[in-house]
């Protein structure tokens, strides 16, 4: 009989465990699936058969499965009738194909006019599947090349209004998309409702690691765990800290030393201001990090630094976020599980690196609010001056020996989003924020310095507005105007948005 039964992570060493679900389960899901309805009508063909509008119309439906193909089928599996839907039994077919593919979501094309019944028949066989109604037409400018048969080419406007109609009858969600097949702007916004359900998908899939707590005295961000998996679907994990002791006890001195010579190739800055032995003391903590990450499979980060894995090592732990994030797993300071969901929410809609920060102090010469935290954030990609970077002791010290070590830079100019999740009494919101980041002198603060401008406001009716909707002190920035994707994203998870 064998007796080598799977263990709990919380005991189990580098093998399976059996509450955890492995990387490669979590790999093999699959892409989102999105059934694509392109949609047309029997009773037009014994009409005008000598005018070509039935071979015209056909072509308009597959030229919207073109460019969906040429735009999207790299990112996503495209599922589709290889028949025209043209009478109620293939409505009925494609219901059919969609449920057996599993579909996550049904974008609806009605290339002309086409009855209520037949798109109400394909999702009848998809009660809870998202639906987006494509408002769509051939052309931009109708009357450039109109003949008296394109009337009912083009009447896909009338039926797509009348099944919103029954759908809204029926209490049957959906959203909408309006754009003529030539519309760049409206197939991006298909894109972007693909991308929102992607990352609601994403998410129930995404493990976080809570080492420690949250740090005493901020109830602004504790956290119930099953609200963070109730609402935004990850998991919390909470690995003690012995479970990272335990792999930085066992690092050799070989390992710790390659480890350094990697990062100075990173982070080839200036470190006069540091000894050898601070830096090698934080690329320790840095790479026990990386390694207990690979070991649970975890793609976010929450981890207490201060009094508890800084006293456990005497090192600083300020260097592990970023050898976290050179991972792919994002990180937050001092237990805040809410804003690295709102971190890796950022990361996965924009495909660019966000960052950690705190409403920290304002400026009103340059009208800015300087955001800044402990933790080292990647100046290779957020850094105005790679010559000006440098390595730095850390700007808290809390119980370790040594100065520890950060990297100091003044961010790089661009348009940034502020974006942060609200634990509210009524319920999640998420707070929302325009403007940019104003290339400012580099301090000698010991951190990176983002020096935010509002896009209208003055940063001091900036900051009453935020202290009145009352939200948490921490923040988190990535550059780039993605206000819209994360209206769409809160609008399908049903959280409320605060714009200031």
């Known amino acids: 009989m064998n007796n080598d039964f799977v263990k709990s992570f919380e005991i189990a060493g580098d093998e399976g465990f059996g509450d955890i679900v492995s990387k490669d389960r979590k790999a093999s899901r699959g892409r989102l699936k999105v059934g694509l309805l392109p949609l047309s009508w029997f009773e037009w063909w014994p009409m005008f058969p000598e005018s070509g509008m039935r071979e015209n119309i056909l072509s308009d439906c597959d030229r919207f499965i073109k460019i969906m193909e040429e735009k999207f089928g790299d990112t996503y599996e495209l599922v589709y009738p290889d028949y025209y839907v043209d009478t109620l039994d293939k409505a009925f077919d494609a219901g059919e194909l969609f449920k057996k593919a ?70 049957r969600a959906y959203k909408a998309v309006v754009g003529s097949l030539e519309d760049e702007e409206a197939f991006s916004e298909l894109g972007s409702h693909m991308k929102a359900l992607q990352l609601i998908r994403d998410l129930k899939y995404m493990d976080i690691g809570f080492v420690g707590h949250t740090f005493r005295g901020m109830y602004d961000i504790e956290v119930d765990k099953t609200k963070i998996k109730g609402v935004f679907g990850p998991n919390v994990l909470y690995i003690d800290v012995t479970h990272l002791l335990d792999i930085w006890n066992a690092l050799t001195e070989d390992e710790i030393t390659d480890f350094v010579n990697e990062l100075k190739k990173e982070l080839p800055y200036n470190d006069d201001a540091v000894d050898p032995e601070d830096v090698r003391k934080s690329a320790s903590v840095g790479l026990a990090v990386k390694k207990m990450i690979k070991r649970f499979g975890i793609d976010g980060l929450t981890l207490l630094g201060q009094h508890h894995v800084e006293v456990a090592t005497r090192a600083s732990a300020d260097l592990s976020f970023f050898c976290a994030e050179g991972d792919g797993c994002m990180t937050s300071h001092e237990g805040d599980l809410a804003n690295l969901v709102m971190k890796y929410i950022l990361y996965k809609l924009t495909g ?20 800044t935290h402990h933790g080292v954030v990647d100046p290779k990609v957020h850094a105005a001056d790679q010559k ?53 002198p580099q301090c000698p603060s010991f951190a990176p310095q983002f020096h935010f401008k509002h896009e209208s406001l003055s940063i001091k009716n900036y900051i009453k507005q935020i202290v009145e909707e009352g939200v948490a002190h921490h923040v988190c920035l990535v550059y780039g105007d993605h206000r819209d994707d994360l209206k769409m994203y809160a609008d399908y998870t049903g959280i409320s948005v605060v714009e200031i």
Do not use: H
């Open 102 to 171: 599993g579909v996550d979501m049904v974008i609806i094309d009605e290339a002309t006019y086409v009855t209520d019944y037949f798109p109400i028949q394909v999702v009848d066989a998809l009660p809870e599947v998202p639906l987006v109604l494509f408002v769509t037409q051939a052309t931009d400018n109708l009357w450039d090349t109109m003949v008296n048969t394109d009337v009912i080419r083009y009447e896909g406007l009338v039926s797509i209004i009348q099944l919103a109609g029954a759908f809204s009858k029926m209490g």
């Open 388 to 440: 000006a970077c440098r390595i730095t002791p850390s700007p808290e010290k809390w119980d370790f020996t040594g100065k520890g070590m950060s990297v100091e830079y003044c961010s790089k100019a661009g348009k940034v989003t502020l974006a942060c999740l609200i634990d509210a009494k009524d319920g999640w919101k998420l707070l929302l924020s325009g403007g940019e980041c104003i290339e400012m």
């Open 352 to 371: 660019e690196l966000p960052v950690f920060l705190e409403w920290s102090a304002y400026d009103i010469k340059s009208d800015t609010m300087l955001l």
